[in-house]
């Protein structure tokens, strides 16, 4: 029988009604034996429920938060307490408080979290009817963003159910964040921290179409996708940066040695300015896009193995369409923009691949 005296329950509520003390006894009858139920600032008429259920039952610790400061900062005073009260806890399961995560589902999440040490999500199927139609657009429409800008797959970006080791409880104890977009920025960390993680498959359970949600769709959804865009932007400016530099230098040097031999003119600008480009994007990249734990070494020969064969296409491209519409060579300010536009186009595929390799941290980088 699994053994889950050393994983506690992490629950978070505010201002709940009936479905906490279902919550609840659904958990200490399928085996667990340590809740940390934090009440964030509810309001006073609703106090008793938090008070009843921590007298009622010795396996919940109760906390509080003087006044409502979101889901994400009540999870990390759970986090705080548990590493600080729990020295031999092995990792800790987050629940919601409003019934929708099935108790068999949470030890399934936690029985896997203590065979492979990864952080498990408990993902549920939005295919079914039984799904509200604003949980499905809203979880598909972030899954889709997230896949586009930060290189994850994950099929249930908004789930509560995840079991987490001490280790990683550790790193998103530092994750920036108070409310939902907490929860947004422990799947980043995920990925920027070299956390490992997989999914399991839980139950799909809405109540009364999820009514008793306390998330804003408009207010909390910006919250979210600005944090995830926010990562690509950056990676836009540094681009952008380094594109400034890399055309300024291609145009001086392509200028500077119009008189050249061919050989010479047709080589030299490309190289020289993806030489200063290329180092001022490695750093900007690795410390302020993708914040990578990456050893520099590793990383820059990654980097160097992607930038090489990325400036042969922009010197084959450039200098092949040059030649096949035979171009002249004095046509300075036409090679110069179409230079540029194939240093767009290369652009997005240099993302895709940074993100996914250059950049991406392995246990092995810890």
């Given at each position: 029988?699994?053994?889950?005296?050393?994983?506690?329950?992490?629950?978070?509520?505010?201002?709940?009604?009936?479905?906490?003390?279902?919550?609840?006894?659904?958990?200490?009858?399928?085996?667990?034996?340590?809740i940390i139920l934090v009440n964030?600032?509810?309001?006073?008429?609703?106090?008793?429920?938090?008070?009843?259920?921590?007298?009622?039952?010795?396996?919940?610790?109760?906390?509080?938060?003087?006044?409502?400061?979101?889901?994400?900062?009540?999870?990390?005073?759970?986090?705080?307490?548990?590493?600080?009260?729990?020295?031999?806890?092995?990792?800790?399961?987050?629940?919601?408080?409003?019934?929708?995560?099935?108790?068999?589902?949470?030890?399934?999440?936690?029985?896997?979290?203590?065979?492979?040490?990864?952080?498990?999500?408990?993902?549920?199927?939005?295919?079914?009817?039984?799904?509200?139609?604003?949980?499905?657009?809203?979880?598909?429409?972030?899954?889709?963003?997230?896949?586009?800008?930060?290189?994850?797959?994950?099929?249930?970006?908004?789930?509560?159910?995840?079991?987490?080791?001490?280790d990683a409880v550790e790193k998103?104890?530092?994750?920036?964040?108070?409310?939902?977009?907490?929860?947004?920025?422990?799947?980043?960390?995920?990925?920027?921290?070299?956390?490992?993680?997989?999914?399991?498959?839980?139950?799909?359970?809405?109540?009364?179409?999820?009514?008793?949600?306390?998330?804003?769709?408009?207010?909390?959804?910006?919250?979210?996708?600005?944090?995830?865009?926010?990562?690509?932007?950056?990676?836009?400016?540094?681009?952008?940066?380094?594109?400034?530099?890399?055309?300024?230098?291609?145009?001086?040097?392509?200028?500077?040695?119009?008189?050249?031999?061919?050989?010479?003119?047709?080589?030299?600008?490309?190289?020289?300015?993806?030489?200063?480009?290329?180092?001022?994007?490695?750093?900007?990249?690795?410390?302020?896009?993708?914040?990578?734990?990456?050893?520099?070494?590793?990383?820059?020969?990654?980097?160097?193995?992607?930038?090489?064969?990325?400036?042969?296409?922009?010197?084959?491209?450039?200098?092949?369409?040059?030649?096949?519409?035979?171009?002249?060579?004095?046509?300075?300010?036409?090679?110069?923009?179409?230079?540029?536009?194939?240093?767009?186009?290369?652009?997005?595929?240099?993302?895709?691949?940074?993100?996914?390799?250059?950049?991406?941290?392995?246990?092995?980088?810890?």
């Amino acid at each position: 029988m699994l053994d889950l005296s050393q994983v506690s329950v992490v629950l978070p509520s505010l201002d709940p009604d009936e479905k906490l003390d279902a919550v609840i006894d659904g958990l200490l009858e399928y085996g667990f034996t340590d809740i940390i139920l934090v009440n964030d600032g509810s309001k006073p008429e609703n106090l008793p429920r938090f008070q009843n259920a921590a007298q009622k039952h010795k396996e919940i610790t109760l906390l509080h938060h003087e006044v409502n400061r979101g889901k994400g900062a009540a999870l990390k005073t759970a986090f705080a307490w548990f590493l600080e009260n729990r020295p031999q806890g092995l990792g800790v399961v987050t629940v919601d408080g409003d019934n929708q995560h099935h108790p068999e589902d949470t030890r399934a999440c936690c029985q896997r979290m203590l065979e492979t040490g990864n952080v498990v999500l408990g993902c549920r199927d939005f295919t079914g009817p039984e799904v509200p139609a604003r949980s499905r657009f809203g979880n598909h429409t972030t899954s889709l963003v997230f896949k586009l800008f930060c290189g994850m797959t994950l099929s249930d970006t908004q789930t509560g159910l995840r079991a987490i080791p001490r280790d990683a409880v550790e790193k998103f104890l530092t994750v920036y964040g108070d409310r939902f977009e907490y929860e947004t920025n422990m799947l980043l960390a995920m990925k920027t921290m070299g956390i490992p993680y997989e999914e399991v498959s839980i139950r799909t359970v809405y109540i009364e179409e999820n009514k008793s949600s306390h998330f804003h769709a408009i207010k909390d959804s910006w919250r979210i996708y600005k944090l995830i865009l926010a990562h690509f932007f950056r990676y836009t400016l540094s681009s952008a940066v380094c594109a400034c530099v890399d055309t300024g230098v291609f145009a001086l040097l392509d200028w500077a040695l119009r008189g050249a031999a061919a050989v010479i003119h047709a080589t030299v600008p490309y190289v020289g300015a993806r030489a200063v480009s290329s180092l001022l994007n490695f750093f900007l990249n690795k410390k302020l896009v993708f914040q990578s734990g990456v050893k520099t070494g590793k990383a820059m020969l990654r980097y160097y193995l992607l930038a090489v064969p990325q400036m042969a296409a922009q010197m084959l491209l450039t200098n092949g369409l040059f030649r096949l519409l035979r171009i002249s060579e004095t046509a300075g300010g036409i090679r110069t923009l179409w230079y540029v536009i194939v240093m767009v186009c290369l652009y997005f595929l240099s993302y895709t691949i940074q993100q996914r390799w250059v950049f991406a941290v392995s246990k092995n980088d810890q």
